[in-house]
Nanobody
Framework: QVMLVESGGGLVQAGGSLRLSCAASGSIFSTMGISWYRQAPGEQRERVASISSGGVTKYADSVKGRFTISRDNAKNTVYIQMNSLKPEDTAVYYC??????WGQGTQVTVSS
C-alpha cells in the first residue's frame, strides 16, 4: 500500500521561498502521477500542481511562474518549490497519488 508523507512547511515572510517534499512508500512510485493540493481555512481544497509519471507538469493559474513541481524517482519523492510566496498561499498543503491517496498535510503560513 502506498503511503505519502509531506514535509517542509513552515512560516515565511511574503516574498520568501519554501520547498515541500512528498515522500512515498511502495515500489510503484515511478508509475504514479502526483499532485499537490492546498486547503485554506474555510476554503475548498484546490489542486495547485501535478506531475505525471513521465514528468509532464501542470499548474494552477494562481501559482504559475512561482511554483515548480519536480520528482526524484530514485528517492520516491516529489517536491514543490514555492517562490515569491504571498499571504494568500497560506494553507495546509497535501500531496495526492492515484486520486485517492493523501498525505497528512504540512502547514504553510506566509506573513505579510
Amino acid at each position: 500500500q502506498v503511503m505519502l508523507v509531506e514535509s517542509g512547511g513552515g512560516l515565511v515572510q511574503a516574498g520568501g521561498s519554501l520547498r515541500l517534499s512528498c515522500a512515498a512508500s511502495g515500489s510503484i512510485f515511478s508509475t504514479m502521477g502526483i499532485s499537490w493540493y492546498r486547503q485554506a481555512p474555510g476554503e475548498q481544497r484546490e489542486r495547485v500542481a501535478s506531475i505525471s509519471s513521465g514528468g509532464v507538469t501542470k499548474y494552477a493559474d494562481s501559482v504559475k511562474g512561482r511554483f515548480t513541481i519536480s520528482r526524484d524517482n530514485a528517492k520516491n519523492t516529489v517536491y514543490i518549490q514555492m517562490n515569491s510566496l504571498k499571504p494568500e498561499d497560506t494553507a495546509v498543503y497535501y500531496c495526492n497519488a492515484l486520486g485517492r491517496i493523501w498525505g497528512q498535510g504540512t502547514q504553510v503560513t506566509v506573513s505579510s
